[in-house]
Structures are given as structure tokens and as C-alpha cells.
């Protein structure tokens, strides 16, 4: 017993290089061992700082989807936390779906959701970018003033400290467009994002207890915003989406970013876009119905340019302020599903619409 | 019976893997410190 105590605490210059090398070993290994593929193999909730951890069930649900297996069609859904509380589940929308397309199994169809919380429109359209080049499918984009409007400082931090695992290429090929900072691409993946695993030292803890379950919906359940909230916010949210939209180099330059993905879409992938203004309360029109209606006038003619729908659901989901916590989050399982009910007639439309790979039941 | 040379190895090894994981997390930690290195936080509404 002594001598194992005196070789485990005594300081020795043989066990300092030891350690020194065990360091280097395991960070090759790392580089080495967490790839794509294996982080496709994780359960979702490994990669999780914690059960909101969006960035982490973003990186997850990419890499699922790009190794899904191929299927007669795909649903995909990018957007920010206004899209992703929009619709109950991406199970139910796909059995939706099936439904309207009156495929008997839905498992016949693929389906990711890849929304979430603060998701940049930069970061949306890297995703778009990162989609699988063959599966047919149909992927809906949510875009609106909260997205198309972004604050210059807070997306060139997006680019220099991204917090999902989005990959470099795709993230740079939006960056250049918008004047972003580039990243240099190392080739290893978990060294391309160095910083998001870093970010998430408890991986090796979740490994050997298990996953978190990650939480979906933060607003289901929550109050609607009292009148000295909506007081206090909306008018903020409307001077911040003019302040916003007063930066025409970059909401010109999304828009350059935008036309070129949904081209991308169209010609090297079988994905057909859809653009989907999120939900607004009816209560927010007076203050914010001006940025949306100007945010709608600036895509609107590049979607019909590129012949991709640009949809409202608000009105057809009948959508009313008690659906909502704020000013575009469902709180309700109800209203979700209503919404999702829509969505997924919207989306089954646009896959069996004229195209020579629709899906045929 | 382990014979004492075995366990001073044993103790050494232990020593190493023990430090050298350390110094891979406080590596990682640093990194992330000087990087700046985020996690998307929800800030409610």
C-alpha cells in the first residue's frame, strides 16, 4: 500500500511528461473520435449543457438528417423559438402530413426540426445549406422582422462564437455575403468547433448517467403578458426592429444570402423551400404590423422571383391573443396543434404540388 | 500479493491519468475562457 501511495502523490519529473503526453493523447483523440457520425449516434440530450440547450438539439438533429435513411419524403423545419413553439411536435406534424397526403404509414416520411431559440437567419440559411443534397422533401424557413432585421454586433458574435456545430463552409459561405468574419477550417470537426464542445464539459458525465431529455416548449403553460408587460415590451420590440431595419447594407445583404440559398435549394437539392411568417399576436398589429408588412414587401418579391411561397398562417390557424404568452410564442398545446394542423396541410400541398419528384402515395 | 514495484507503477499510472485528464479540462476551460465561448441562453420575453 505504501508503495502504490508513494508512486500515486509523489511528484517525479517522469510523471509530469506522463501527464504532459496524456493531455496531447486524449485531445487527438478526441479529434479523432468525435465526428459527425458519431455525434449523429448520441442520444440528443448527451450534447446538452442542459434541458434548453437549443444549440446542442440543433447540431444533433443536423448531423440525424443529413444521415437519415431515404424516404419516399422529407420535412424539414429551420427557423428561431417563434417557429418552434408554432407546432406541437415534428412526430405529429409528419403524422399530419401522412395524413394529407393520405400515405397510410407516416414513418414512410422523414422528419427534422431544426428550430432553434435565437436562431440568427444567418444561422437558418447555413443550416439550409448543411441539408442533404437527394432525399426529396419540403423544408419551411420562418422568417419575419425578428430574424430579417438582425443587430450587427450580436450576429458578428454569432460567427465568432457560434453555439451550435454548424459547419465552417456553410457557415462561411453566408459570412461572406454578409460581411461576417470567416472561420479557418481545420478539417477535424471536433476541432472546427473547438469551442462549442468545450462549451460542454459534462458530455463524458452524461455518457455514463445518461441524457438529459431536452424540453421543447418553454412557453406552454405560461400566462399570456399582463398590460404592464405589454407596455413595457412591445413599444421596445418596435424601436428595436427599426433600429434594426435602418442597417440597409445588412438587411440588404440577408437578402442576397437568402436568394442564394433558397437558388442553392432549387438547383443542387431536391428540398422545396418554404418561407413562413411566424406567428404575431393580434394584439401586437398596432405597433408591429409596420415592420412585419415591411419586412413581407422586401422578401415578397424575391419569393415570387425564385417561385417559393412566402405564407401567413396566422388567420387560417385563427390564431387570437389568448393563444399567445407574448407577442409570437404559443403557449398552448391547443393553439399548437392548430397551427401545426395548418402547417402541415401547407407543407403536404407543396409536396404533391406539380413537381416530377412529389411524393405519390 | 502485489509486489511493490507493481504498485508504485500502479500509483504512477493512477497519478498520471488523474493529472492529465485535470489538465485537459483546465485546458478546455481556458480555451473557453479566452475564446469567449457561448451557449445560447434563453432570456425570456
Known amino acids: 500500500m505504501s508503495a502504490f501511495l508513494d ?28 465526428t459527425p457520425d458519431v455525434v449523429a449516434h448520441l442520444e440528443p440530450g448527451v450534447l446538452a449543457r442542459n434541458v434548453d440547450d437549443d444549440g446542442a438539439a440543433l447540431t444533433h438533429a443536423l448531423v440525424t438528417a443529413q444521415r437519415a435513411p431515404d424516404r419516399s419524403a422529407h420535412i424539414a423545419l429551420v427557423g428561431a423559438s417563434s417557429m ?26 422523414g422528419a427534422f426540426d431544426l428550430t432553434s431559440g435565437g436562431q440568427a437567419l444567418a444561422e437558418s440559411l447555413a443550416v439550409l445549406r448543411a441539408l442533404p443534397e437527394t432525399p426529396h422533401g419540403a423544408v419551411v424557413l420562418g422568417i419575419g422582422p425578428g430574424t430579417l432585421y438582425a ?22 459561405a453566408v459570412a461572406r455575403v454578409l460581411g461576417m468574419p470567416e472561420r479557418v477550417s481545420t478539417g477535424v470537426y471536433f476541432f472546427d468547433h473547438l469551442q462549442f464542445f468545450v462549451s460542454r464539459p459534462q458530455v463524458p458525465v452524461r455518457l455514463a448517467v445518461g441524457a438529459v431529455a431536452p424540453r421543447r416548449h418553454r412557453y406552454l403553460g405560461r400566462v399570456q403578458w399582463t398590460d404592464e408587460r405589454w407596455g413595457e415590451r412591445v413599444d421596445a420590440l418596435r424601436v428595436g426592429f427599426e433600429r434594426r431595419a435602418r442597417d440597409n447594407a445588412l438587411v440588404s445583404a440577408h437578402l442576397v444570402a437568402l436568394e442564394q440559398t433558397l437558388t442553392h435549394l432549387q438547383r443542387q437539392t431536391q428540398w422545396r423551400p418554404i418561407l413562413l411568417e411566424p406567428p404575431l399576436a393580434p394584439r401586437a398589429l398596432p405597433a408591429l404590423a409596420e415592420a412585419r408588412r ?29 393563444d399567445f404568452h407574448d407577442y409570437t410564442h404559443l ?7 392548430r397551427y401545426e394542423k395548418r402547417l402541415a396541410a401547407l407543407v403536404a400541398r407543396h409536396l404533391s404540388g406539380p413537381n416530377p419528384s412529389a411524393v405519390r402515395p | 500479493m502485489t509486489s511493490p514495484r507493481v504498485a508504485r507503477a ?36
Do not use: C, K
Open chain 1, 7 to 34: 508512486g500515486a502523490l509523489r511528484p517525479r519529473l517522469g510523471v509530469t511528461l506522463g501527464v504532459i503526453a496524456f493531455a496531447l493523447v486524449e485531445i487527438a483523440a478526441l479529434g479523432l473520435l468525435v
Open chain 1, 84 to 109: 418552434r413553439e408554432a407546432f406541437w411536435h415534428i412526430d405529429t406534424l409528419r403524422d399530419a402530413v401522412a395524413g394529407a397526403l393520405e400515405v397510410p404509414d407516416a414513418s414512410a416520411l
Open chain 1, 151 to 172: 443587430d450587427r454586433a450580436e450576429l458578428q458574435a454569432r460567427f465568432e462564437h457560434p453555439t451550435s456545430a454548424l459547419a465552417v463552409d456553410d457557415m462561411n
Open chain 1, 294 to 322: 415591411a419586412a413581407h414587401a422586401l422578401v415578397a418579391p424575391l419569393a415570387a422571383r425564385l417561385g417559393v411561397p412566402l405564407v401567413d398562417l396566422d388567420a387560417e390557424a385563427a390564431l387570437v391573443d389568448e
Open chain 1, 331 to 337: 403557449r398552448s398545446e391547443e393553439a399548437m396543434r
Open chain 2, 10 to 45: 500502479l500509483g504512477i499510472a493512477l497519478q498520471i491519468i488523474v493529472l492529465g485528464q485535470l489538465l485537459v479540462i483546465a485546458l478546455g476551460g481556458l480555451y473557453a475562457a479566452s475564446a469567449g465561448a457561448r451557449v445560447f441562453r434563453y432570456a425570456g420575453f
